[in-house]
């Protein structure tokens, strides 16, 4: 692990919220998209800069752009950015989606205020970027996770909020290698194998105790503490949605696999043993191929699913008590929200539409789907989606009578369809 990420962690010490509702900022004009935590607010627009503040007036972060020809990489935008504050700082370069990148921390006075932070300093042939994520250098340890989350939730286009955020994606490029740990899953009674990278497992991890840090400070039976709850989860599925393409393929392949043996009632196809089939030099069109096939997928899969996700082992971590829904798929066990989030990130894969309903009164989570089938139901925007237990061995559509009052369940819509679906 780095000197800069070791030097990102700092304890946070908890203080009352003074909030609004959050929402995702979409900048048009370049397709940027940001959720930054509750409480935070645009301060200030211009053509090529947009600065945010938070509930305190103690931290910002601003965004800034440059025609793609005023530097030719991550690290002369970090150099420039840096010596016009006449800042000290430290940066370690890595790619962010294909664009040469700089993340850094950073020390620096503005106005007679000295400030610390964070910064994303990337480029590229559209535009050269930086984007500083800071606050009072009194403040900074009451606020350092805020600051570095509402950095992480950045992306440079829509369709990159189902990947890892800028931070995260630093966490997992700062060690010097990869860890690959074998995982095997039983679906179905067949074994599932494949290699989770350990160092993933522990970047989504990172993630996770940093936005429980942070949604610690909400009350969740208000306003702020329920929209504060529905970003913690949102990006969570973000930071993981990516991460379980390998997983969702190979049980994908396996669900196609058994309906066509159904189908044709012979024992052989032309798809491959799992354990090997997606190391070969055709996975990536193969994986495309099944991406595209949502519709051949019976109308049982959100069950067959389920009854797999029901079967894992019960275990909190003791720290956020969530455990990543990507360590969950590897290892087979976790919580109720690490196996309904599991659960929805792999129908979202296929194409089936679901959310999540979580309860403070019930202390519990589980999973609406968009499938046929009887059973109880809850509305979602005008949709009755059926719920889905996934910590107890029950039929989709079942609900324990002392959690079926709909009014003690807050939904978060979670699905952003991929553009095959």
């Known amino acids: 692990m780095s000197k800069i990420l070791r030097l990102i962690f700092i304890p946070l010490l908890v203080f009352p919220a003074f909030a609004v509702t ?35 007036g103690e931290a910002f972060m601003q965004i800034k752009i440059w025609p793609g020809d005023s530097w030719d990489s991550g690290q002369a935008v970090f150099d420039g950015v840096t010596g016009e504050l006449a800042a000290k700082a430290e ?9 040469d990148a700089v993340f850094g921390i950073l020390d620096f006075a503005s106005g007679g205020y000295e400030y610390s932070g964070y910064g994303l300093f990337t480029d590229g042939e559209d535009f050269d970027m930086a984007i500083l994520s800071f606050a009072s250098a009194e403040a ?17 286009a829509p369709g990159l909020m189902l990947n890892p955020g800028p931070v995260s994606s630093y966490y997992l490029q700062s060690y010097t290698a990869s860890q690959r740990i074998p995982a095997s899953t039983v679906f179905e009674g067949e074994a599932v194998e494949w290699q989770v990278d350990g160092r993933a ?5 990172l ?33 993981n949605y990516s991460r379980l393409d390998y997983p969702a393929a190979l049980l994908k392949e396996r669900l196609l696999q058994t309906e066509e043996l159904d189908d044709t009632d012979e024992s052989g196809s032309d798809t491959e043993d799992s354990s090997g089939s997606w190391f070969s030099s055709g996975s990536e069109k193969r994986r495309q191929s099944l991406r595209s096939s949502a519709s051949k997928l ?10 797999w996700v029901q079967g894992f082992n019960y275990r909190r971590t003791g720290g956020s008590d969530l455990i990543s829904p990507l360590a969950a798929a590897a290892f087979g066990d976790g919580d109720c929200d690490s196996r309904s989030l599991l ?3 792999l129908l979202n894969h296929y194409g089936v539409d679901s959310a999540l309903m979580v309860s403070a009164v019930y202390s519990h989570a589980m999973a609406a789907v968009d499938t046929e089938g009887p059973g109880a139901r809850i509305n979602i925007d005008g949709r009755m989606l059926l719920v889905a237990e996934t910590t107890d061995d029950v039929a989709i559509g079942m609900i324990a009578s002392d959690m079926a009052d709909p009014a003690k369940w807050t939904v978060i819509s979670l699905m952003e369809k991929e553009p095959w679906n």
């Open 22 to 56: 959050a929402e995702a900022v979409y900048i048009e004009d370049t397709g940027f998209v940001l959720e930054p935590p509750v409480g935070w607010t645009v301060l200030d627009v211009t053509d090529s800069r947009w600065t945010f503040q938070d509930f305190t």
């Open 207 to 239: 993630v996770i105790e940093r936005e429980a840090a942070i949604l610690g400070d909400f009350k969740p039976d208000t306003e702020e503490g329920i929209e504060a709850w529905k970003r913690y989860y949102r990006l969570i599925y973000r930071d």
């Open 343 to 345: 659960y929805i990130i």
């Open 91 to 99: 940066g370690e370069q890595y790619d962010l989606y294909g664009r």
């Open 298 to 307: 019976s109308l049982d899969a959100p069950q067959r699913l389920l009854s």
């Open 201 to 205: 497992v522990e970047a989504s991890q």
């Open 140 to 156: 900074l340890p009451l606020l350092n996770d805020y600051v570095l989350s509402a950095l992480d939730s950045f992306a440079f």
